[in-house]
């Protein structure tokens, strides 16, 4: 069976990962379409990992990471 396509919604809001990735972002001094065009995806994504509603997959995550100058550890090991 093939693995689903499209987005990835979390399980449960992870509101604890989200918080870390918006506290990053303006750390960074980017805002949320800034960061979705370093990366490559939409503003809407960029919200939805903010508000935790969204599991990015472990290579848009080292993108953010990367965009932000932090860790992916640091951002979603809460």
Known sequence: M???SGPVRAAE?????GACIRAARK???LTQQG???AVGVSRQTII???TGDYA???YL???IARALGVTVESLWDA
């Open 61 to 63: 995550a080292i993108k």
């Open 48 to 50: 939805a990992m903010e």
């Open 27 to 29: 750390e960074a001094g």
């Open 13 to 17: 809001a992870d509101g604890a990962a």
């Open 35 to 37: 960061l979705s065009a």
């Open 56 to 58: 990015p997959s472990v």
């Open 2 to 4: 093939a693995p689903p």
